[in-house]
């Protein structure tokens, strides 16, 4: 894992030292929270419905066991002993105080954290593929070119005032697990002819109230000039993207509007002068950061063995572990999803839990994923059953990745200002409606995605199944989506017709559960079945 | 007398008014020109050696175009007098600074010794641009 130097030390140092300042001004009085806003929201402090909400960024959804701890011990001090784990691969306390700010972002520099960039419009923090450097299918391994990004992207003195907010996401396998092509910039790692790699930009994805699949704008941008070409296209993008209308700001309206050729013109043309100009760091910076992303000490000659006699290690064994690049070793992701719970929120305990276990068996490392869980992505074969057990324990063994009940829902109505209607609830009943974990094995991959409004926090237009809170006078009411995908097949989905009330809008999945079940031939997932029978049968089904 | 004038600079201010992008297109004689966020300023490269002002209108802080417009100017070599003016704020300075601005005349007026110490925020910088700071990259690299 990456770790700072005195360097990256000094510039988190001087951000603590500078909010605390702010905020002290502003408790003083000498600011107004008109003038405060602009400043609270660099450093991810929202003002929610009930409290301030401290959004904490995971750079690249990476994290070593103390800092794990470190944000269990902040959920304790500071927050009601929760935090919530994000779609973008971040951590958010919803309760938080105004005159606590300065000390938990001091208790986060004291472990290489921070909550730079995590909202305004300027540069997001980076997001990538969780099973990066232990994926079997790895090309090359995003995490330094994530960190390079990272670096060049904090406090960037040009972009800081974008038309709209800036998400990147980087992968480096053909399977895509960040949702690449549904962001401002997603940067694929690939291989040329010559066996060379490079960087495919896909640019002007996203979702929101016009979601759009990002078209490749360079198909292959050799790594040492990947800095200037981020450059070049963030440059169209801060004078062309619209600034008279913030629902058109994104770049993908921009590269919509004026096309994707025409933007690629302007990037080309940006870029030639650019790289004119030295901005990109030397060959070796980008190897003393790889240096950090070396695979650690794997032991050889392991057995690839695992006894699967307890019947419920094996379901968890064969639904939430994947395969490693190494021999005798496995990726384990942990489902915070089980039944009737919040998507993505852990106790302070579990928090500090986890951060034991990835010190004990995943050499030290974590990842969060954007499906709201947390990996431990190198664990040894022998060890799995006794991992399984603690987790179990600690109620944190649920079997269900990537079933129906792995839901992605956004804050929704019971945190968020901008909500039209809740959407945690409605995860809550749909997992209860499925709890059975055989049957939710027997409608197998299943992503569902709940937001609760139209800017798609929740990713509603990217899953197998979506819902969407809408406002229908004064009336949370609920639309369901089919349809949709954000892996290597990115796809988005289809409203399938009027809303549902709360319990109206789980009935309505699962007839269409139930439509899969009929219509499905062997081995097609529920997204294959949709796409070959399209949307008429479940229409039918829904509301006939 | 530029009001709230905040100069970095040793030379003596410009007393010339500043005339529009389109103004200066037909005045071959303009050397002061105020950019909005909308011009091109592109437009003025082939100019850069009459001008001894360029304004950069911010009418309101959340617009950075400016910036860009900043920091392409001085990429192209232009050494006199880059001026932010309008709705500028102390906690924008540094990144201004670092984009090529050094003269601000802010709508409201900024204490000199604040913004000093708003210059002073960051001990380091993670990028190279124009303002000749040497980027964290190169000091580890021993290339500054
Ligand atoms: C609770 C307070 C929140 C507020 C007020 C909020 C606000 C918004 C808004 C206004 C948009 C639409 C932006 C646009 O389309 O230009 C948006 C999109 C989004 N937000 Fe949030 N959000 C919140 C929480 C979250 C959380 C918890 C996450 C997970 C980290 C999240 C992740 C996203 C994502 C992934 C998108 C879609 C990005 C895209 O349009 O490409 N938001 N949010
Ligand atoms: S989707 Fe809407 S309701 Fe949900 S968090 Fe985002 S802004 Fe709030």
New interface residues.
Partial sequence: MYQY?Q??Q??VD?RVA?FRDQVNRRLAGEMTEDQFK??RLKNGLYLQLHAYMLRVAIPYGTLNSAQMRMLGDIADKYDRGYGHFTTRQNIQYNWIKLEDAGDILADLASVEMHAIQTSG?CIRNTTADQFAGAAADELEDPRPYAELLR??S?????????PRKFKVAIIGSDTDRAAMKLHDIGIQIVKNAAGEIGCRFYVGGGMGRTPMIAPVIGDFVPPLQMISYLEACL?VY??YGR?DNKYKARIKILVHEIGADEYRRQVEEEFA?ILT???E??P??LE?IKGYFADPGFETGLSGDIDRSDPDFALWLDQNVHAHKQPGYAIVTISLKPTGGIPGDASADQIRLMADLAKAHSFDELRVTHAQNIVLPHVKKADLYALWQKLDAAGLASANLDLISDIIACPGLDYCSLANARSIPVAQKISERFADLGRQRELGELKLKISGCINACGHHHAGHIGILGVDRKGVENYQLLLGGSEGADTSLGTITGPGFNEDGIVDAVEKATDVYLAQRTDGERFLDTYRRIGMAPFKEAIYG | MVENALRYRDDEPVADPAVTVDAFAEQTNASAVRIEPGDDARILLPHLGRLSLVEVNFPAYTDGRGYSAARILREHGYDGELRAVGDVLLDQLSHMRRCGFDSFAPNQAIDRAAADKALATWPEVYQKTVDGRAAIWAKRHGLA
């Fill in positions: 130097d360097y990256d000094a510039m001087a500078e602009p400043l419009n670096q060049w904090t406090f960037h003195p040009e972009f800081d005032y974008l440059r801060n004078r600034r002068h100009l030295g901005l760091p030397p070796a910076e003393r």
